[in-house]
């Protein structure tokens, strides 16, 4: 029981995350209109980081401070993995895989990051994955291809194989993020959008 009662906390969030992760994307098929898709990327995740970065340095003088220890000199190179991997390379192939497929589909397809975070974590980390687990992941990813299928000899979406490449890099994000798990979570998602949303604002411009 009291088990359950500490974890309860974090389900409403872990939910809310979820519900506002699903919203973005028709949010981002609606400025895909008027805005190029690597410059939406790099907005988004500069964004992202400037808004953390404002709840980082709020939280001394609110006295909020944070229970896990701050990122390492040894945690950098795990660090600029996370950032070039989901901070860089995933948001630029979701943005461009979006403005070729519908928001619907693209969410759906988004499924496939946790596909891809489980064959990592299976066939680069030894995780054990049980048969559950797998039939699961089968299901996913039968999912995604009935979903890309277009029929005929164009067969799958460049669109689907966009969003794809972009599950593929978060689920390299998720991996390498455990190397970082005893560091503070703000500070390192803080670092990841400004780092990675003025790289892509870079390169757009």
Do not use: H
Request: charged share 10%; proline share 5%.
């Amino acid at each position: 029981m009291n088990r359950i009662a500490l974890a309860w906390p974090g389900a409403p969030m872990a939910l809310a995350s979820a519900a506002l992760f699903g919203a973005s994307t028709p949010f981002a098929k609606l400025l895909l209109g008027t805005v190029d898709p690597w410059l939406l990327a790099g907005l988004l995740y500069l964004g992202s980081g400037i808004g953390l970065g404002l709840v980082w340095l709020a939280r001394r003088p609110l006295g909020l401070g944070a229970a896990e220890a701050p990122l390492r000199w040894a945690d950098m190179p795990w660090l600029a993995l996370v950032v070039l991997a989901g901070g860089v390379a995933g948001p630029v192939l979701l943005m461009f895989g979006l403005a070729r497929t519908s928001a619907a589909n693209a969410a759906l397809l988004l499924n496939l990051e946790g596909l891809a975070t489980m064959a990592i974590a299976w066939m680069v980390f030894r995780e054990n994955v049980d048969r559950r687990i797998l039939l699961g992941a089968l299901a996913i990813l039968a999912g995604a291809v009935l979903l890309s299928w277009q029929g005929g000899p164009a067969g799958i979406g460049w669109g689907a194989l966009l969003i794809a490449g972009a599950c593929v890099a978060w689920g390299i994000d998720n991996n390498l993020t455990r190397k970082l798990s005893g560091a503070d979570p703000v500070q390192i998602a803080m670092l990841k959008g400004l780092a990675a949303g003025a790289v892509n604002l870079g390169i757009a411009l």
